[in-house]
């Protein structure tokens, strides 16, 4: 303890200079640390990048055969993925179809007639009119080839209102067989008559003949040679691959062929939508020169990231470049940073992104930067670390003396109290050793002396010795009842024991108390008699508790034998029995020899005997008033004790009730 206190002081000595001395080597720690934890978790990227990269390299080349496909798995932070080999784009194989990147509207615009008729075509009373006015002018012949077009689309739109499934499918196959047609409102009418076509199907419930139409307006798109409409094309496949997934009779051979497929080909599409719009980008990016030995090199536009991997990540003249996510990216890194900052949240620093937005720390009012350095993250991020605030080291270097002193104060406190413990350990540890060995000693004798008498008795008896009948009835009695001493000193030993295994060992019941206690009365009443006691009992009929009998009959057993093995004749024993209020109350009330208040305390505790000049005359285990507290405690009761030497003792138990 001395070296120790020596220590403590020495150190808070010195405290000021050993704050100093920690943030410094901390500082440098966590830059250290957050560094390698950014490294680790862009290697990590890029290694599940290039798994992902060679999955798609074996995936079939034919869209048609992606119901044998296995699910591909996404790498988060990274929003699409590029193959190329020897400078050609292998997936997605159908961005070879992209035109431009220009978006395409149509010029067309309605005639007053046409906006006329679109708007009647709301008025449902109006419907047979308008479909004999527009089947009238499709027969035109000068009829323009946009407004026959329009003229077919109103007819479809009040079939299909009217449920008149058959003939909006007719009309449907006459426009789809004139493809490139132009709408008011679409620049392609191609996508959606085929979306039209393919929910009037599912309509019909003709689920095998949307199957095919689905797989057959596919194959023409793959035979296409070039893409005009990505979303239009995403939304019609996504769609109808959904319908299809709905469909509660599609096998599950077919379910999974179409789940493939609709996962494969709409990645396609968003991949070659992203393609279409940064083909400049991904030009820059594929023919660059990389001066990284990795075979990393990214590259920035706008809010568009890129990075290209080359050799030696991947081998021969493959590349991959991927589009990243920079949101989950971005996320994804501060997860694992996150991790490592809260390990040294006594070090100020900040990090953030080229827009000198904060990502992770803080920003103090007016401390000095001592540090910073570029994390090697695309977008670049930067590592800003501070001095720390003289006020604060200070303020640090007090709470630690405080903290020192208090451990210094508290180890004494501890080990003094600790001694004092020890040592009341020690003493009662000697004193439970000693009623032990006189509870051995007491059940010994207690068991050694009933089996002597009975032994005798029986010998007596077998060899012949006793020939008068009024002396086998003499020493049969004897025998039984020196049989049931032994018979109830076994009982108590049992019952202790059980109530050493909790309340699991008991079979909880209703029952009337008064009976309980009546029973025990009736067994006990002839050795009370016998020496020379006079009893008065007060029991009242329907005392119901929530019990266990067997324990709640030892209670009652333990307390009315000690009132008669501690009361010497002529002695008077009361024994109540009765309700009061929510409470069922049972006292047992002696004029014996009564209980020193010093020793009131202990009476109930396991093996302990009052003194020995009663023990000497009085034998017994010392586990009948154990017995009872115990009782009492499991069944929530409460137990109180009167005595005074020479004056006799009142012990009342108090249950709750129960109606």
Known sequence: MAILSYLSFRNIQNENYLIQKNFDENRVSLQKDLENALEKEQSKIFQETKAASLFLYELPKSLLEFGNAASFKDVKGIEAIYLYNNGNLVYPDISSKLLSHADHFSDAKPTLAESALYQSEQDESKWQELEFSRELLARNPLLSTNDLVQNVLGLIR??????????????????ESKPKLQGYLHADLTRPINLLHFDI????????????????????????????????????????????????????????????????????????????????????????????KTGILF?????????RMSYPMLPGNQVVIAKVDESAYRDRILDKLKNIAQRWNNVPFS??????????????????????????????????????????????SRHRMFLMYGLLFFSLITVIFGSFF??????????????????????????????????????????????????VQEYSGLINKEASRLENLIGAILNYTRMEHGTGAFKWEKLDFSICVKKVFEAVEDIGVEKGLSFKTQIA??????????????????????????TNAPGDIEIKVYNEDDRAVFSVIDTGVGIPSSEQKNIFNDFYRVGDE??????????????????????????????????GSNFTVRFRKVD
């Open 158 to 175: 009040i079939a299909y209102k009217k449920k008149d499934y058959n003939e909006a499918l007719r009309l449907l196959k006459i426009l």
């Open 299 to 307: 590259k920035s536009e706008g809010d568009v990231t890129l990075f």
């Open 351 to 396: 990090i953030t992104d080229a827009k000198d937005s904060l990502l992770l720390g803080s920003v103090p009012d007016s401390a000095t930067i001592l540090n910073q350095t570029s994390l090697g993250v695309a977008p670049s991020w930067q590592l800003t670390l501070y001095e720390k605030d003289i006020g604060e080291i200070q303020k640090e």
């Open 201 to 292: 199907l599912v309509k019909m419930k003709k689920h095998q003949e949307a199957e095919d139409y689905c797989l057959f307006v596919l194959n023409q798109f793959l035979q296409e040679k070039s893409i005009e409409d990505i979303p239009s094309t995403r939304f019609f496949f996504e769609t109808a691959f959904t319908q299809i997934l709905s469909f509660e009779n599609l096998k599950q051979e077919k379910r999974e062929a179409f789940w493939n497929l609709r996962g494969n080909f709409n990645r396609q599409l968003a991949y070659t939508e992203i393609l279409m719009k940064n083909q400049e980008l991904f030009q820059r990016t594929l023919y660059s020169e990389s001066q990284s």
């Open 422 to 471: 020890m040592l009341r350990f020690f003493i009662q540890e000697h004193k439970l050793l000693a009623m032990k060995a006189n509870f051995l000693s007491s059940v010994s004798h207690e068991l050694k002396t009933p089996l002597t008498s009975i032994k005798m008795f029986a010998e007596m008896m077998a060899r012949g010795r006793v020939m008068k009948v009024e002396k």
């Open 614 to 647: 009663m023990t000497r005359s009085t034998k017994g285990s010392g586990l009948g008033l154990a017995i009872v507290k115990r009782v009492a405690e499991t069944h929530k009761a409460t137990i109180s004790l009167v005595s005074k030497p020479g004056k």
């Open 541 to 566: 009929p329907n005392v119901y508790v929530m019990g266990d009998y067997t324990a709640l009959y030892s209670l009652a057993q333990n307390l009315i034998e000690n009132a008669i093995k501690y």
